[in-house]
């Protein structure tokens, strides 16, 4: 389903709002605190994220399964993720979370954890993770993997390279090596498959939303795909995938419309002291 603009106000976050698939006509007025009462017209999805890498993974998944949702634009930059409102469903200030309205015995259940969120969806929906053991552990380890390494290292490798103040070979060489080095893995994994996890040359899934748009800034990092052929195949068989092109453009406008350099304030709420402080 393709996101529509909502321009309704809702009480809380800054919050650019769209609506996919449909707009329900009884939604709360608080989108925090969702009540059973609000379950009447049909599932909900509230997706409270940011178009990062994280929050694609999870704009993906609600995409592929085609479930209802409804987008809160929680601005990193503008320190959304450290608002009281947010913190009560994400206590870690990350983006992306998620009420379900439908939730586990048909009540409402909030979510934080990108990986968390997908494994949730696919056990939601049935879809993109294997029902059989051997197969769902399979898939699960991709996904640790990518939570685990293909995140936190690639995202230190891309702080270093082209955000910190001052450069610090140290640091850019640590992060370069592993970031290849995880390129690496995932290229011998992709050597004879045409994804991640699943028999035989491997089913489409949630390890390969987990990790490919992590993938998505590889010149950012470093990286030639002709140096990761196997991996260079697999992006672009996804990227050509029509859920995953909605997934991306998913606040994509309000995140461009500020410019790719962060303001002194905005880097203060990204990586100064505002991110350090108890809450």
């Known amino acids: 389903s393709r996101a529509v603009p909502d321009r309704r106000p809702i009480t809380a976050g ?3 709002t769209l609506a996919c698939g449909f707009r329900r006509t009884d939604e709360p007025t608080n989108p925090f605190e969702p009540t059973l009462s609000h379950r009447s017209a049909a599932t909900m999805i509230e997706l409270f994220t940011w178009p990062t890498p994280n929050g694609h993974k999870v704009h993906i998944m609600l995409e592929e399964c085609g479930l209802p949702y409804r987008v809160h634009g929680i601005d990193i930059r503008a320190g959304d993720q450290f608002k009281p409102e947010f913190l009560s469903i994400s206590p870690n200030n990350r983006i992306p979370a998620i ?7 048909g009540k ?9 969120i997908l494994v949730y969806l696919a056990g939601k929906t049935g879809r993109f993770l294997p029902a059989a053991d051997r197969g769902k552990y399979e898939a699960m380890e991709w996904v640790m993997w990518q939570m685990g390494g293909f995140g936190p290292m690639l995202g230190q490798a891309h702080h270093f390279m082209n955000y910190a103040p001052e450069k610090i070979e140290y640091a850019i060489k640590r992060y370069a090596n592993e970031t290849r080095r995880l390129y690496g893995v995932l290229d011998k994994r992709l050597e004879k498959r045409n994804y991640v996890a699943g028999a035989g040359r491997g089913e489409y899934g949630i ?16 990286i030639d795909f002709a140096d990761f052929p196997n991996v260079g195949r697999w992006f672009e068989a996804i990227n050509a995938r029509p859920a995953v092109k909605r997934g991306v453009q998913v606040l994509a406008a309000e995140r461009d419309r500020q410019g790719a350099k962060h ?17």
Do not use: C, T, V
């Not at 303001?263 to 809450?279: D, I, T, V």
């Open 14 to 16: 800054r919050a650019h």
């Open 99 to 105: 009420i379900d309205s439908d939730g586990p015995d």
């Open 108 to 116: 409402p259940m909030s979510l934080f954890e990108s990986g968390a």
């Open 207 to 222: 390890a390969d939303m987990a990790i490919w748009p992590w993938s998505r800034s590889h010149k950012n990092h470093q």
């Open 263 to 279: 303001s002194a304030e905005a880097w203060e709420k990204l990586f100064g002291a505002e991110q350090y402080k108890r809450r």
